[in-house]
C-alpha cells in the first residue's frame, strides 16, 4: 500500500471474548420458510420418481434429452418437445468422500456425493445424488451404477425417493 | 475510441480476520473512508456509489445492501448493489466502470464488504441454501461437496497429484507475510498441505482459504477527474463478465469456461492479442489452491492441465515471469467473499503504481488482471487494469 | 458514449395472486419469450448483456444468481443481478448501453411472492438487527408511524388516502395484467381492519406473482429494430438514511434527489407541464400522496386534494397509477417498479386498451423498494423523436 498509510481498521475477536461476555450481541433466527411451485418439468420429474422412474425432456432442434428435465433448451433457447424415460443407470463422472458436516463436525460414516451422467441423457448429462452400498475407497470416475428406490409406500415425490446410487455388477461388499 | 476512459486513483481496506467487532456497515464506513482519504477526496467528491456484497444470509440482513449503504457514503446519493456470488468483488468494479463510462458521472466509489462471522454456529451454513431448493437441498449438500468434485473432476482429466496442487498454499501464505491486512501469512509447506485433515476428499484443510470478514473500497473516476486527483491513475482497460448454465451437473468441470469467456470479452477490449506476455500480474480468485490453476487456464495464461507445471517452475512467484496473486490471494489475506474480490483490484492498482511495499512485483509491471468466480461454479468476471 | 436509448420490447407473465401452474424459472421464460418476440431478437445472438433483479431472501435461495441464466437465453453470456428495485435493474441496462460497449441488453424482474410462506417475517429480517428488529414488532409499524406524521404535517385526510384506493383498485378493473381489482367505496377501504394505524387492511397493496422482461437498445440498434421506440429520457436514483431514527419521516427526500435527477438529465424544467401521466409506487395508499409531492408534482398536502377532485384519474389532467398500481395490480416485490415502467410503455405505444389515455408523449414511474428501506429510483421515458 501507499506508505502514507500505518494502520489497517479491523479489529479481531475470538471465542473468549464472546464467552468472557467483553462482546454484546443479538440474536435471531429468522422463519424463512418457503412452499416453491415446481412447475411442469420439475413437476412432473417429481411424480415420476414416486412411480419409479427418471425422466428427462428432448430439445427438437439439438436433439440433445437433457436432465434434470426442463421446459426449454437453454442453447438453443427454444421449447423442449418431448418427455423421454432414462433406464436409471449411469456413470460416475466426478465425486467426494466428505468427512464433516455442513458446521464442521465429523462425521460416523463418510458421505460420497457425485455427480451421476445418466445413461439416455446428452453426453455429459447428469444429476447430483449419494452413492451408497460401496466404500469410499472403491469409487472412481467412470463406475458404473444404478438408481436404487425406496420402497413405493415410503416415496414422497422427492429426489430422496431415490435412496442412493449403487455400483453396477463388479463391486460387492 | 468512443468509450470514455475510467481509472482507479484511490484504495483501502480493513483487515481481514476472523470475527471482527465491527459491524457490516462500520466495515465498509472504514475502507471507503480510507479509500478516500488514500487520493484526498472527500464525500462531496463521490457522484454515485456502487456496492458488492455477497449472501445475504451470511450478515443476516436481508436487503443487506440497504443496511451497508450509509456506511459507504451512499446517503443522499445513488446507489446500486450488484451480486454475482463469489464474483462479486471484481464485478462489483465493472459496475461501478459503467457508472462512469456512461456519462452520468464522474466518480464513483466502489465498495465491497463481508461479515461472514454473524452467521451461526458456522458460516458455511449459509451456503445450504444456494443448492437446488427441489433436487439438491434434499440431499443435505456442503458447500466442500461442489469444490470438491471440481477439484477431482479437474485432477483427475490431468493426471494432477495433491503435490502439484499445494504449491499454491505455500506460496501465497508466504505471500501474505507481507500483507499488512492478512489473516493467514505464513510459511508452511507442501507437507504441512498433503497432511491437514481430509474434509472432502480430495479436499484438505490448508486446500482451502478462511472464512474471514473485512471491507475493501476504490475510488472511480474519469479521465478529466483522474488526471487532477492523481499522477499515477489506474486505467481500467477490459472488462469481461459471463454467465454458465445453472446446471452445473451437464457441465465440463474440469474447465472454467465461462473465466474464458469473459477474459476474452476483457482482452478484447484493452486490445490484447498476446496475455502471457501483454499480462504482467495476475490475481485470479484462490478460494482453494486448485483454483488458482483451473483460473489461470480459464484466463488462457496457462496451457490446459499446465498450471501445476508452470507453479512447480516457478514462473508464478514474485519474482518470476508471471507473478500471481503477490497479495498473498484469499488462501492467504483471507475470504471475506466479495470484498476478496476487490483485494485483488486493488492489490493490482497499488502494485502498478510501485507502492506494494514488500509485495511489490520487481521490473516495472504496467499491466494487470484480476479475475473472480463464483455461484455455483458458474461466474467469471475480469478486470484489466493498466498504467502508461 | 452513447446517449440515447430505448425500449424496444416487453414482455409479462401474470400477474395473479398465484401461479402454481409454473415454477420461476418457467414464468422468466414465458415473459422472455414475450420480449425477444416483441422486440424481434434472438437473445443468443442478439443480446449483449443480461441485468436481472432479484433478492436472496424473496427467492428462498441464496446467490439467486446462479439460476437466471438458462430461461432467459443468456447461458455463458454477460449476466449480472442486481440485488434492488427493478427500475435499479433497468437503470443498470440503461448505462451499460451507454458506455458503446454493448447494443442490445436485457433487464428481467418477477415476483413469486405466493411461495413465501411468511413475508412479515422476511420484511422484519430486513430491519436493523440490533435497534429494531428486537422490537419484534410487525414492519408494517414503520408504514403506520410514517403516514401519522405525514397526515398530520400536511394535513391530508385519511379519506383522501382512502381515494387513492378506491381510484387504482378501479383503474384496474380495466387492466387485463392487474390481479386485485375492486369496486370499493371510501366505507369500505377505511372500515377495513386497522393494521398499523392509522393503516388500514385495503390500504396496504396485497402481493402478487409475476414475471417482466423488457429489451432495451442504444439509438442505431434501436431504430432498426422497432418504428415504435421508447426512449428513456431522464434517469434519477438515491438513498436516504436506513437508520429509522435519523429519518424525516414527512420529507421523503430520497424520492425528492431521485425525481431531481431524472428531470435534469431528461432537461425537463416543468414536470407537471411536460409529464403526461406517471406510475409512482403505491405499496401503502398514503405513498402515492407522499410520493407525487416528493416528486415536485404539487406542494405538500396537496396531492390529497388532487386525488378528490379527480385531477389524478384516468379522466383527470395527470393522470396517476393508470395501471391500478400495486394496490390494483398486486404488489410484485421489486419487480413492482419494472410493472410501473411496463405501463408507461404500454400507454406511449398507444396499447393500454380500454384504459388508454389519450395524446400521451411522457410518462414517468417512480419505485420505491419497500420497508424499511429508503431507496427509490425513477425514469422518464418518452415517445418522441
Request: hydrophobic content about 40%; overall charge negative.
Amino acid at each position: 500500500m501507499s506508505e502514507r498509510i500505518s494502520s489497517y481498521p479491523g479489529t479481531p475477536l475470538k471465542e473468549r471474548d464472546f464467552a468472557e461476555g467483553k462482546v454484546l450481541f443479538q440474536w435471531w433466527i429468522p422463519r424463512a420458510h418457503y412452499a416453491w411451485d415446481a412447475g411442469v418439468a420439475i413437476g412432473r420429474f417429481l411424480r415420476e420418481l414416486r412411480a419409479g422412474r427418471l425422466v428427462a425432456r428432448r430439445c427438437p432442434q439439438c436433439r440433445r434429452v437433457l436432465v434434470p428435465p426442463r421446459m426449454v433448451c437453454e442453447h438453443c433457447f427454444c421449447p423442449t418437445s418431448e418427455w423421454v424415460v432414462l433406464p436409471g443407470t449411469g456413470t460416475v463422472k466426478t465425486f467426494s468422500v466428505c468427512y464433516v458436516t455442513w458446521d464442521m463436525q465429523p462425521l460416523d460414516e463418510p458421505i460420497v456425493p457425485a455427480v451421476i451422467e445418466l445413461d439416455g441423457a446428452a453426453p455429459g448429462g447428469g444429476i447430483m445424488h449419494l452413492l451408497g452400498e460401496v466404500r469410499p475407497e472403491e469409487v472412481h470416475i467412470g463406475l458404473r451404477v444404478e438408481a436404487v428406490f425406496r420402497p413405493v409406500e415410503e416415496r414422497t415425490a422427492a429426489i430422496t425417493d431415490i435412496r442412493y446410487f449403487r455400483p453396477i455388477g463388479e463391486v460387492k461388499r | 475510441m468512443r468509450m470514455r476512459r475510467v481509472a482507479v486513483v484511490g484504495a483501502g481496506m480493513t483487515k481481514f480476520v476472523r470475527r471482527a467487532l465491527e459491524t457490516a456497515d462500520e466495515l465498509s464506513w472504514q475502507a471507503s473512508k480510507m479509500a478516500l482519504d488514500s487520493c484526498g477526496l472527500t464525500l462531496a467528491d463521490v457522484d454515485a456509489v456502487a456496492f458488492g456484497t455477497a449472501p445475504d444470509t451470511f450478515d443476516g440482513v436481508h436487503m443487506n445492501g440497504e443496511y451497508c449503504a450509509p456506511g459507504c457514503g451512499a446517503y443522499g446519493k445513488p446507489f446500486i448493489r450488484c451480486y454475482v456470488g463469489g464474483g462479486t468483488g471484481v464485478m462489483a468494479v465493472i459496475h461501478g466502470w459503467y457508472h462512469v463510462a456512461s456519462g452520468l458521472f464522474d466518480t464513483c466509489l466502489v465498495v465491497c464488504e463481508e461479515k461472514m462471522s454473524s452467521c451461526q454456529p458456522h458460516p458455511q451454513g449459509a451456503f445450504l441454501t444456494i443448492f437446488d431448493h427441489t433436487l439438491e437441498r434434499p440431499l443435505g449438500p456442503n458447500l466442500l461437496w461442489i469444490f470438491a468434485m471440481e477439484m477431482n473432476a479437474y485432477m483427475t482429466r490431468y493426471g494432477l497429484n495433491k503435490r502439484d496442487i499445494a504449491l499454491v498454499t505455500v506460496k501465497n501464505r508466504a505471500n501474505a507475510k507481507d500483507h499488512p491486512c492478512a489473516l493467514l501469512g505464513e510459511e508452511i509447506t507442501v507437507e504441512d498441505v498433503l497432511n491437514s485433515e481430509v474434509m472432502a476428499w480430495p479436499v484438505q484443510r490448508l486446500d482451502v482459504s478462511p472464512i474471514s470478514d473485512g471491507a475493501v473500497a476504490i475510488v472511480l473516476a474519469a479521465e478529466h477527474v483522474a488526471h487532477r486527483v492523481t499522477d499515477k491513475p489506474v486505467w481500467i482497460e477490459g472488462v469481461g463478465w459471463s454467465l454458465e448454465t445453472a446446471y452445473w451437473t451437464n457441465r465440463d468441470l474440469s474447465y472454467p469456461l465461462q473465466v474464458e469467456q469473459a477474459a476474452r470479452m476483457a482482452y478484447q477490449m484493452a486490445g490484447i492479442t498476446e496475455p502471457r506476455k501483454q499480462i504482467h500480474i495476475v490475481e485470479p480468485y484462490d478460494p482453494f489452491d486448485y483454483k488458482e490453476l483451473h483460473h489461470l487456464e480459464g484466463l488462457l495464461l496457462a496451457d490446459k492441465g499446465k498450471a501445476p507445471e508452470m507453479t512447480a517452475l516457478g514462473v508464478t512467484r514474485r519474482d518470476g515471469d508471471l507473478p500471481v496473486c503477490p497479495s498473498g490471494g484469499l488462501l492467504g489475506v483471507g475470504n471475506p467473499i466479495a470484498a476478496a474480490g476487490l483485494m485483488k483490484v486493488a492489490e493490482i492498482f497499488w502494485q502498478l503504481r510501485g507502492e506494494a511495499g514488500r509485495r511489490q512485483v520487481p521490473g516495472n509491471p504496467k499491466r494487470g488482471l484480476a479475475q473472480a468466480w463464483g455461484d455455483l461454479m458458474q461466474v467469471g468476471t475480469v478486470v484489466i487494469l493498466g498504467v502508461a | 458514449m452513447v446517449e440515447k436509448i430505448a425500449i424496444v420490447g416487453v414482455g409479462w407473465y401474470g400477474f395473479r395472486s398465484i401461479s402454481p401452474e409454473l415454477s420461476y424459472k418457467e414464468i422468466m421464460y414465458e415473459a422472455a419469450v414475450r420480449a425477444y418476440a416483441d422486440a424481434g431478437v434472438d437473445p443468443r445472438t442478439d443480446v449483449d448483456s443480461f441485468v436481472t433483479v432479484a433478492e436472496d431472501l424473496n427467492e428462498g435461495t441464496s446467490i439467486f444468481d446462479e439460476y437466471v441464466p438458462d430461461q432467459l437465453g443468456a447461458v455463458l453470456r454477460p449476466n449480472v443481478t442486481i440485488p434492488g428495485e427493478g427500475l435499479h435493474g433497468l437503470i443498470t441496462a440503461y448505462m451499460q448501453l451507454r458506455t458503446g460497449e454493448f447494443d442490445v441488453v436485457v433487464v428481467e424482474g418477477h415476483s413469486k411472492a405466493s411461495n413465501i410462506l411468511y413475508p412479515s417475517h422476511i420484511l422484519a429480517y430486513a430491519m436493523d438487527p440490533i435497534y429494531n428488529r428486537p422490537l419484534r414488532a410487525h414492519p408494517y409499524f414503520i408504514a403506520g408511524l410514517e403516514m401519522q406524521r405525514y397526515l398530520y404535517e400536511t394535513g391530508t385526510t385519511h379519506e383522501q388516502c382512502a381515494q387513492v384506493v378506491v381510484k387504482n383498485k378501479a383503474n384496474a378493473l380495466f387492466n387485463p395484467l392487474a390481479a386485485h381489482p375492486a369496486t370499493l367505496t371510501l366505507d369500505d377501504v377505511l372500515d377495513s381492519e386497522p393494521i398499523a394505524e392509522p393503516l388500514t387492511r385495503l390500504e396496504i397493496a396485497p402481493l402478487a406473482d409475476g414475471c417482466i422482461v423488457m429489451v432495451l437498445a442504444s439509438e442505431d440498434a434501436a431504430r432498426a429494430l422497432t418504428d415504435r421506440p421508447i426512449w428513456i429520457l431522464g434517469v434519477g436514483w438515491a438513498n436516504g438514511s436506513y437508520g429509522l431514527e435519523h429519518r424525516d419521516w414527512v420529507d421523503v427526500e430520497y424520492v425528492r434527489q431521485a425525481a431531481q435527477m431524472a428531470y435534469r438529465t431528461a432537461g425537463i424544467r416543468y414536470p407537471r407541464g411536460t409529464l403526461d401521466l406517471v406510475e409512482v409506487d403505491d405499496t401503502f395508499a398514503y405513498k402515492e400522496l407522499q410520493h407525487l409531492e416528493a416528486m415536485g408534482l404539487c406542494g405538500p398536502g396537496e396531492a390529497g386534494r388532487l386525488t378528490e377532485d379527480g385531477t389524478t384519474s384516468l379522466e383527470g389532467d395527470l393522470p396517476v397509477n393508470p395501471s391500478g398500481g400495486s394496490l390494483g395490480c398486486g404488489h410484485l416485490l421489486d419487480a413492482s417498479g419494472l410493472a410501473r415502467a411496463l405501463e408507461i410503455v404500454l400507454q406511449l405505444r398507444e396499447e393500454a386498451g380500454p384504459r388508454q389515455l389519450s395524446d400521451v408523449h411522457t410518462g414517468a414511474a417512480l419505485s420505491w423498494r419497500g420497508i424499511p428501506t429508503t431507496s427509490a429510483a425513477m425514469v422518464i421515458l418518452g415517445n418522441e423523436d
